[in-house]
């Protein structure tokens, strides 16, 4: 990049000094390090089951360059043009979601997956950053114009997201998207009045679940009183966190893998962790960090109302979903199959991960100087 100069007009040269680099070299970085826990974690796991050693790596490898291709391309949007995007990956998604209800294979007691030849998709993965940044407009619609039905547009899309994720069930998704859009929310300005009633709705909605639902109870019990149910995996997690230690055993000297069914996507951590080390770990983290913090500092310089939240809300939802991942690990949280961004194994993660990064690199693109604060 170095014969892109500052006064070179084309469209790569624009792309190049007003993107965010420090976020960029973040996000690759991070599919560097899931390639490379994919290789330590996930040979056992496919030997375990009857397959190719390195199954799972070559797929993962196969959704690298596609990943790469749509951060990229994303990344060169204006703001209207992300709307744009979102709002057609809405409409597709949520329609997908229902799908599969239909057509999609029973997985573990839930129908989230649309099969397609070899590959499986996951349509909500891609329904939360359109979510999101369709939220955001709708309520900086709200703030821009008087009387606008912003707030309004903004919890029917949530409704509707939220409905069909608790038919497949996926409760881990559900919360993720309700915390994200309670932040929105929060950052649109809505009264205190209102953001109290729907926390009581969140709660009174966790409620229900444990009441109604026995495999939510069962996570829940198991969280709270270990002693009273299976916590193998939690465990298992935990001494190979102990087993790591600062530096860990080792490349390939972990024994977690080989017992974890989950060991290279919830519980890709605890291989990082015993492998290599709290030092490996900490890594994680600061990327992870850099990310969310840039794409803040970013939205709190920027005048536009849309732009804030929709940058804000990307990067909350990104953190939080590394966080959830992290904390499950750590039994911190009850369990929840939620993938670790960029780091654990899956084709329809990675590519709708992909699109979150696409999006926030090219929202919090430098712009000219009426359009940041001073």
Known sequence: MALLSRTDRSMLANWWWTVDRWSLAAILSLIVAGILLTLAASPAVAGRIGLEPFYF??????????????????SFLSPRDVRRLALGLYGVSLFLMLMTLFVGPEIKGAQRWLMFGP???????FVKPAFVVLAAAALAENHRVPGFPGTAM???????????LILQPDFGQTLLLSIVCGALFF?????WQWLSALVGAGIAGIAGAYVFLPHVASRIDRFMYPDRGDTYQVDTALNAFSQGGLSGVGPGEGSVKFVLPDAHTDFIFAVAGEEFGLAACTILLILFGVIVRRALIH??????????????GLAVMFGLQAVINIAVSLSLLPAK??????????????????LTAG????????RAAAQRRT
């Open 57 to 74: 790596v070559y797929r993962q490898l196969s959704f690298v360059a596609p990943a790469l291709i749509v951060i990229f391309t994303v």
């Open 154 to 164: 903004a919890a029917g899309l949530y409704a509707m997201v939220a409905g069909v």
């Open 119 to 125: 590959f499986s998709m996951q349509p909500s993965e």
């Open 337 to 354: 199959g939620m993938t670790l961004p960029f780091v654990s194994y899956g084709g329809s993660s990675m590519l709708a991960l992909a």
């Open 187 to 191: 950052l649109g300005g809505m009264r």
């Open 299 to 312: 939205a709190h310089e920027e005048r536009d109302h849309f732009v804030q939240l929709a940058a804000s």
């Open 359 to 366: 999006m926030l690199l090219a929202l919090t693109r430098r």
